[in-house]
């Protein structure tokens, strides 16, 4: 026991801890040009996410404009158990979580397949055309992109007429009166519009693979698909948790521009989401 203390001893005498790296003036200085290119973003940050928090201080406050910012009574948690008795909060609370986490799937899915599929095309050609169509959508405004969903899904729409031409269907299918579908709606309208431009991202991180896996892979005996299962997806795998966690963080602020767009009075049970609901909830109190 004692010559394995010793021996432990020694090994860690002979092991070199890294310097740590002191900030100092002259190492600011060498970064000043990259200093000086995040400022505008710290800045950024800082007056729209940062100072904006003051105004949380309103939600315990029975706030007049009239007054002071400092001068308001102070009610405490008089409006959130004014909120928490609304049976319409549960209801855009339970509309907001069901359409973000199936965005957050399916969106995360398509995009992943996606860029599979435009990173095995040989043709450099074929794929920079078909990853710029892919992601034209999305600089498309959702005024625009609700409309082309709405045309498209109407009774007298594409989508009806493709069905009722395979003999799917008998009668069309009422996509945008039937509630039980809306999310359904709005779920396959994001990924349409997101699905290109979240690609790239992905896309990006394949091109960080080593070329020698897939070699190596290919000597092996491994086949197309088996090289983007064995390979590709976990030498990604880092790139999807980090976009994962971030899109998790934004559950709940999904806006509410599809929803008012795509939705109408018989769907407003299923497209009330909690930013349309603060916002009719506040116009209602003038």
């Given at each position: ?177 039937t509630p039980s579908m809306f999310w ?6 994001d990924v349409w519009k997101e699905m ?91």
């Amino acid at each position: 026991v004692t010559e394995k203390v010793n021996t432990t001893k020694k090994i860690k005498k002979g092991i070199k801890k890294p310097k740590e790296r002191k900030i100092t003036w002259n190492n600011i200085k060498k970064q000043k040009c990259l200093i000086a290119m995040s400022l505008p973003f710290v800045i950024w940050v800082i007056i729209f996410k940062y100072l904006p928090l003051a105004g949380w201080t309103m939600a315990f406050q029975d706030y007049k404009p009239q007054k002071g910012f400092f001068d308001q009574t102070w009610v405490g948690f008089k409006h959130f158990i004014t909120l928490f008795k609304e049976d319409q909060f549960y209801q855009a609370l339970q509309n907001t979580l069901g359409m973000s986490i199936l965005g957050l799937v399916f969106g995360t899915i398509a995009s992943i397949t996606f860029a599979l599929l435009l990173n095995e095309i040989r043709s450099s050609k074929f794929k920079r055309t078909a990853q710029t169509i892919s992601y034209l959508p999305h600089f498309i405004s959702w005024v625009v992109a609700a409309s082309l969903v709405t045309n498209m899904l109407s009774s007298s729409g594409i989508v009806n007429e493709i069905l009722m031409k395979l003999n799917l269907i008998d009668t069309p299918i009422q996509f945008m009166s039937t509630p039980s579908m809306f999310w359904g709606v709005v779920t396959a309208s994001d990924v349409w519009k997101e699905m290109g431009w979240n690609a790239i991202i992905y896309l990006a991180a394949m091109t960080a693979i080593d070329p020698e896996l897939y070699n190596a892979a290919k000597v092996d005996g491994a086949g197309r698909f088996r090289q983007m299962f064995s390979i590709t997806l976990p030498s990604i795998k880092s790139t999807v948790l980090v976009l994962l966690i971030m899109s998790i963080g934004n559950l709940i602020n999904i806006g509410f521009e599809k929803q008012m767009l795509l939705g109408n009075p018989i769907v407003a049970s299923k497209s009330l989401v909690i930013d349309k609901y603060a916002l009719d909830y506040g116009i209602g109190m003038f």
